[in-house]
Every structure is written in structure tokens, then in C-alpha cells.
């Protein structure tokens, strides 16, 4: 629970950390922007394997978010890795991911209606 709420409901961030870690923590960033309206782009996700609830409504309401950049490749490489992480978020924008990973839509997998891009 490293990080877990750590900015939730802060309405003024707009520009969130720089978030390096490679390797994850069961939980490490539930909830970590929850309601951050402000918030625009989100920072690059580096971790290539992730861990249970790791990821787990990240991002749920940032109404403004236009970009998320991740690097893992599996929806379903831990349990509920990503479950409610873009609830909320709208279009439109962008989403770079691996060419591996699957491109599916909604609020567990890439916000509806955002452009993927491929790196």
C-alpha cells in the first residue's frame, strides 16, 4: 500500500510525479490520483509485470486526463491489476502501449474512445 490515495481528491494537481518503479507492490498505486479533475496527463508507467490491485482506479475521475503511456503487455497478469482504473475518464485521448498489449476498451482496460498508439 505504498501509495495508495496518496493524491486522491487533490483537484489541483495537473501534472502528476514522475512514477520510475519498474517493479510493483500489491497495491502499490490504488487509488493514487482518484478524483484528481485537474489532472491532464498521467505519468509513464514503466512496469512491465504488475501486481494485484496495483493499478486499481489509478486514474477514477480524473475527468481531464488526455494521455496515459504504460509498458506491460497483459490485462489479466494479476488480479484485478487494473480494475476501475479509467472510470470516469473521457475522450478524447491518447493511449501508448507495446504492440502486444490487446487493444479493449473501458473503464478496467484503455478510456472509450481515446486513439491507441503503438510503441
Given at each position: ?6 493524491f486522491?481528491?487533490?483537484?489541483g494537481?495537473t ?59 497483459s ?7 487494473t480494475t ?36
Amino acid at each position: 500500500y505504498c501509495y495508495y490515495a496518496m493524491f486522491a481528491s487533490c483537484t489541483g494537481l495537473t501534472t502528476a510525479p514522475a512514477l520510475p518503479a519498474t517493479t510493483l507492490a500489491t497495491y502499490c498505486y490504488y487509488y493514487m490520483f482518484y478524483g484528481c479533475t485537474g489532472l491532464t496527463t498521467a505519468p509513464a508507467l514503466p512496469a512491465t509485470t504488475l501486481a494485484t490491485n496495483c493499478y486499481y482506479g489509478m486514474f477514477y475521475g480524473c475527468s481531464k486526463l488526455s494521455s496515459i503511456e504504460v509498458s506491460f503487455t497483459s490485462w489479466t497478469q494479476a488480479t484485478n491489476q487494473t480494475t476501475n482504473w479509467v472510470q470516469s475518464v473521457t475522450s478524447p485521448g491518447t493511449f501508448t502501449k507495446p504492440t502486444a498489449l490487446a487493444v479493449e476498451y473501458g473503464a478496467n482496460r484503455i478510456p472509450t474512445g481515446w486513439t491507441v498508439i503503438n510503441k
